[in-house]
């Protein structure tokens, strides 16, 4: 039973399929492996016991019924606690909306149950998603599974799915990502996260922070798990008018194994020149190794990255403002003191400098789209740093003192101006066991490309297949 908590979701799926395992068994596996460490993980805000339970029964009797089955059949799945699900509460991390309950599904919830999945439960996050270290004075912060010993952030905003999928409590997860919330905690959590681009994933029912900026994604133990999640998520939705109405690809088909031939940019200035020396290295092998199964490899650079930082203060902060504006004005201090800091000073933002903001949104996309003409894929640090103890402001980074909370988005940021699908993967450790990501960024709606990159090096190396101490 416990090697259940470690198969991926395609094995969970398959041995559904085959009869080899009961639903009941693989939820029941989970549940019992929550009930053991959440308690100081504090990965789940909500505990779905009683209806991931009844939903395995049911999913059984589909099998045992003999009936078609979904891709993710009787697979258990975690949602970040910013998708709305029908009877269950929502909290967006917060205690504004603590005892909330909508009435109906986000639309890719629906689609991921669809498809068989099963939800275990809601992920803790950062407040609203406003912040990459994944605090939350609500309801505890998550506790990165790589430390046992010391208290060290996933990352956010997207923090309890990265905990909880690194640790064996849940096999699949759905994070959010406007400036790297999927990106970051992944790369912390050893985990494999995937950012679709702008329009590929419904974002209906999902809390917003800010909308011009807000993707929907999976974060998984593999590329092929996220193909998975994705497949069964993708496609136009009439909810949400941003999503695009191309087709939506077969990603797992895409997955082989294959990149002889295949032109990787290397993003050096900016990116790669201002990592930690573990991180730098831990890419560069990774290249390498890519290299080595056929691909060709340059040095690129994206001049414009120098307004991504603007465009995310002009941006994020003009519109997250606009979503809270009464609750600030009535409910202020029921706020974590950082995010409400940080979602007043949106209201100081002249309309001017929001539009400057989106211009210079433009120029990074455009410059992107232009480099992505002459290689296939970017690849870059997903962070320069490793996961620090919670309360750590600044760290040392190749000599130099840098302030954690910039650091954290630096490089995930631009890929939310511009809009284009870019995925974190696991590429190796710092010496104190702690995970590093690489970051793979392809052309608009090519995640299937992004995917096969981040497949094909998974093939060879196995710092995805590590597992955490969980205080052994």
């Excluded at 085959?18 to 789940?44: C, F, M, Q, W």
Aim: a neutral charge; hydrophobic letters at 40%.
């Amino acid at each position: 039973m416990a090697d259940l908590v470690w198969a991926s979701m395609g094995e969970l799926a398959r041995l559904v399929a085959t009869k080899a395992v009961s639903p009941v068994e693989i939820v029941n596996a989970h549940l019992d492996r929550i009930a053991a460490l959440d308690g100081t993980l504090k990965a789940y805000i909500t505990v779905m016991t009683d209806s991931a339970r009844s939903a395995a029964r049911n999913a059984e009797a589909r099998v045992m019924a003999r009936e078609d089955l979904g891709p993710l059949h009787g697979v258990p799945v975690g949602l970040k606690d910013l998708y709305c699900t029908k009877g269950v509460k929502t909290t967006g991390g917060s205690r504004i909306l603590g005892d909330w309950v909508p009435t109906e599904d986000a639309t890719v919830v629906t689609r991921l149950a669809a498809a068989g999945a099963i939800t275990l439960g809601k992920l803790n996050m950062h407040e609203f998603a406003y912040g990459p270290e994944g605090l939350n004075v609500h309801y505890g912060t998550a506790w990165n599974p790589w430390d046992w010993a010391a208290h060290r952030i996933c990352g956010g905003s997207s923090s309890g799915s990265g905990a909880a999928v690194a640790a064996g409590l849940c096999p699949g997860a759905l994070g959010s990502d406007t400036g790297g919330s999927i990106r970051i905690p992944s790369a912390l959590c050893g985990l494999t996260g995937l950012k679709p681009t702008y329009g590929r994933v419904s974002r209906a029912g999902v809390l917003p922070l800010a909308w011009s900026l807000d993707h929907v994604g999976p974060m998984c133990r593999s590329a092929v798990d996220c193909a998975l999640m994705l497949g069964a998520m993708a496609g136009h939705d009439p909810r949400d008018p941003s999503t695009s109405a191309l087709p939506v690809p077969d990603y797992r088909a895409a997955l082989t194994g294959e990149v002889k031939g295949l032109r990787i940019g290397l993003l050096r200035r900016f990116f790669l020149e201002t990592a930690g020396p573990p991180q730098r290295l831990a890419v560069e092998q990774a290249v390498k190794t890519l290299e080595g199964l056929g691909a060709s490899v340059r040095d690129v650079s994206l001049e414009q990255m120098k307004y991504a930082a603007g465009v995310a203060a002009a941006v994020i902060s003009v519109e997250s403002y606009a979503y809270h504006e009464a609750w600030l004005k009535t409910r202020g201090p029921e706020y974590g003191p950082d995010v409400r800091e940080r979602l007043l000073a949106g209201a100081f933002v002249s309309g001017a400098d929001y539009l400057k903001g989106q211009r210079a949104r433009r120029l990074i996309r455009d410059e992107v789209d232009q480099v992505l003409g002459d290689v296939d894929v970017l690849i870059a640090p997903t962070v320069p740093i490793a996961a620090t103890e919670v309360g750590v402001s600044e760290v040392e980074v190749d000599g130099r003192r840098a302030p954690v909370r910039p650091s954290l988005i630096r490089y995930t940021r631009p890929f939310n101006a511009s809009g284009h699908p870019a995925a974190s993967v696991p590429c190796g450790f710092t010496a104190d066991g702690l995970p590093i990501g690489i970051q793979v960024v392809g052309r608009s709606f090519d995640e299937a490309t992004v995917l096969r990159v981040a497949d094909a090096y998974q093939r060879v190396t196995d710092w995805h297949t590590r597992r955490p101490p969980l205080g052994a």
